[in-house]
């Protein structure tokens, strides 16, 4: 079955850079588009970045332009998302996304937390 499962998660300081992962299994993986989606306490999940099949389509939401950058690499199955710049409000626990079938599928999630 399709799965996803997201690690790289932690606590940096404003200012300071995370990359997190997202291992996809169970459906051919270069055939999809991915996504990743952030949820903070009290809010809702809300879209972060996504990019095509190929890799050539990506797209940004506005909050994160600029500081994120979304990659895959088809030989590991994997998508990622390079986060600079981070800022407190980029706090959210983090979440790959696929839609396979007509089905959404959602990893287990990742949290960010940007503290000093």
């Known amino acids: 079955q399709v799965q996803l499962v997201e690690s790289g998660g932690g606590l940096v300081q404003p200012g300071g850079s995370l990359t997190l992962s997202c291992v996809a299994s169970g459906f051919v993986f270069g055939m999809y588009g991915m996504m990743w989606y952030r949820q903070s306490p009290g809010k809702e999940r809300e879209f972060v970045a996504i990019?095509?099949?190929?890799?050539?389509?990506?797209g940004y939401a506005t909050s994160v332009q600029g500081r994120f950058t979304i990659s895959r690499d088809t030989s590991k199955n994997t998508v990622y998302l390079q986060m600079s710049s981070l800022k407190p409000e980029d706090t959210a626990m983090y979440y790959c996304?696929?839609?396979?079938?007509?089905?959404?599928?959602w990893g287990q999630g990742t949290q960010v937390t940007v503290s000093s």
């Open positions: 990019i095509g099949p190929t890799g050539v389509n990506i």
């Open positions: 996304n696929t839609k396979v079938a007509n089905i959404k599928y």
